[in-house]
């Protein structure tokens, strides 16, 4: 999976990902990412990028030709472009879809995919409506600059990409698998300030640790994210302890 992003800001996204998994995914070229300076596109003498919005109003907006200058850098050079379509370009705004692990499995089929940062009052609406194929947000707050979102999606559409992950670090038993949350997790000692690990998983019988895990996940989503349990992948049985647990907390039985 090749990541271009296009920033004023391109140290902190390099200093972001070149660590921990990503770092090493990097180094083992199983992604690649291509940090550009949308500065370097300035058309101005004084290496500027940024305007005062037409119509007046606080703060500066980003302008459209050092932006498309930038964008067709990459893009020029785009698997995409050599099949005559446009490279999956993600604008990071709070006026985007909210990004959720759906958007990453389907972003980790693509090749190459193109981010976008803004920063101060946004971006001239002209060159998003010429380039941008995705508006993505990473929640319904406001930061500063796309730089953050973009290192978040990249972190986590490289998860799914395969050899990212060591066996050992991959799971296929993760939070939001079948719309279920993880169950929790212990390690050595087997009694830290008094508290002991479930003696199930000191039992040795997988079966029993499966079904107990399970249960977990079902509980924890029930507790946390209850707005998870519509959609999640759940038998029969599972639906009833569900229907129990919840007449339980009502007081129902
Ligand atoms: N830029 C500023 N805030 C953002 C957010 N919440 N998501 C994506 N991009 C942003």
Redesign the pocket.
């Known amino acids: 999976m090749d990541f271009h992003v296009l920033t004023l800001f391109p140290d902190m996204v390099r200093q972001g990902l070149n660590t921990s998994i990503i770092g090493r995914a990097i180094k083992d070229g199983h992604i690649t990412l291509n940090t550009v300076n949308i500065r370097d596109f300035s058309v101005n003498k004084h290496n500027r990028v940024d305007d005062y919005p037409y119509g007046g109003g606080a703060g500066m907006v980003i302008q459209a030709e050092p932006v498309y200058r930038a964008w067709e850098s990459v893009a020029k050079n785009s698997k995409a472009i050599k099949q005559g379509k446009k490279p999956r370009c993600i ?4 006026q ?1 879809k ?2 959720h692990q759906t958007m990453v499995e389907e972003f980790a089929q693509e090749e190459e995919l193109i981010f976008l ?2 920063h101060y009052e946004g971006i001239d609406e002209r060159v998003l409506e010429e380039v941008v194929t995705d508006y ?11 730089e ?3 290192m978040v999606m990249v972190d986590a559409i490289s998860r799914m990409v395969p050899g990212v992950l060591a066996n050992d670090e991959s799971g296929t038993t993760e939070s939001f698998e079948g719309n279920l949350l993880e169950y929790p997790q212990y390690s050595r000692p087997e009694d830290w300030m008094g508290k002991k690990v479930p003696a199930i998983l000191l039992s040795g019988d997988h079966a029993k640790v499966e079904a107990w895990r399970r249960e977990q996940s079902i509980k924890r989503t029930m507790e946390r994210r209850p707005d998870l349990l519509a959609d999640a992948d759940l038998t029969a049985k599972e639906k009833a302890m569900v229907e129990h647990l919840l007449d339980k907390s009502q007081g129902k039985c």
């Open positions: 604008y990071l705004t709070p985007g909210v990004f940062c803004g993505v947000s990473i929640g319904d707050y406001v930061l500063t600059g796309g953050l979102p973009a």
